[in-house]
């Protein structure tokens, strides 16, 4: 499973990136307003600091001016992702861009429908968001099983299954289970992953010893 950090935040792509288990960043509008930086030069910087694709999304809503901004957005870098809102007029995008090479992520998909409009369009990534499901009562996860489980009946459809609205661990875990291809996750989730308290309990029985031992291995 791939994983792509959800954010638009200069230190945390950093970090990490440093780790040399990130496979891509994804970004909103509402990461950009948090970020408070101008959004062409910020995805420029994060284009320099990973390789995987950079999700940079549309500001309009109507074909015209869409097309338009994605002809500026995927000028930035060969590995931009140019995101588009799952609309009618977004899948139009989406299926010109794609037909010319150049990578779409769908985004704001809610329901299978959806899902296949997605693939149908060329999408590189289809984005999922189970978060918002799961906040009105509706099965987030499910959505991810019934897309995954529709897209392996065409081998014609090469869109990537991108689990975005990442609450929790278990989200990225279920969905791992599920075969989804990515998971877009915010920073502090990602992190959590490590996480396990019998690690640290049992690390620091390890250390502990090690010392009585009064050995060392440098
Ligand atoms: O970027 C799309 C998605 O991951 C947004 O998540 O937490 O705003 O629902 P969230």
């Known amino acids: 499973m791939k994983f ?36 062409i030069p910020l995805i420029k910087e994060i284009c320099k ?3 995987g694709p950079v999700s940079a999304e549309v500001a309009a809503t109507d074909y015209a001016t869409m ?24 899948l139009k ?14 985004t704001l998909c809610f329901s299978p429908s959806q899902a296949i409009l997605a693939a149908k369009a060329g999408a590189a990534f289809v984005s999922p968001f189970v978060g918002r499901l799961d906040d ?18 065409y081998d014609y459809f090469k ?10 661990p278990l989200h990225i875990v279920e969905s791992a289970k599920m075969g989804a291809h990515v998971a877009t996750c915010p920073p502090d989730v990602i992190r959590s992953l490590y996480k ?8 620091a029985a390890f250390v502990e010893d090690w010392k009585k031992t009064g050995q060392s291995i440098l």
């Open 159 to 168: 869109t990537e299954v991108l689990v975005a609205s990442v609450r929790n």
């Open 4 to 39: 792509f950090v959800d954010t638009a935040d200069i230190d945390d792509i950093k970090d990490l990136a440093s780790t040399g288990l990130l496979d891509g960043v994804t970004t909103n509008p509402s990461l950009i307003k948090k970020s408070g930086k101008e959004f």
């Open 67 to 90: 097309r338009k901004e994605a002809e500026v957005l995927r000028k930035i870098a060969d590995h931009v992702a140019v995101k588009v809102p799952l609309t009618p007029d977004g």
């Open 196 to 203: 396990h308290p019998l690690t640290d309990k049992g690390l």
């Open 93 to 106: 995008v989406c299926k010109e861009l794609s037909d010319d090479g150049t990578m779409v992520n769908v």
């Open 136 to 153: 009105i009562s509706q099965d987030g996860l499910s959505l991810i099983s019934d897309i995954v489980r529709i897209y392996e009946n």
């Open 49 to 51: 600091l990973v390789d």
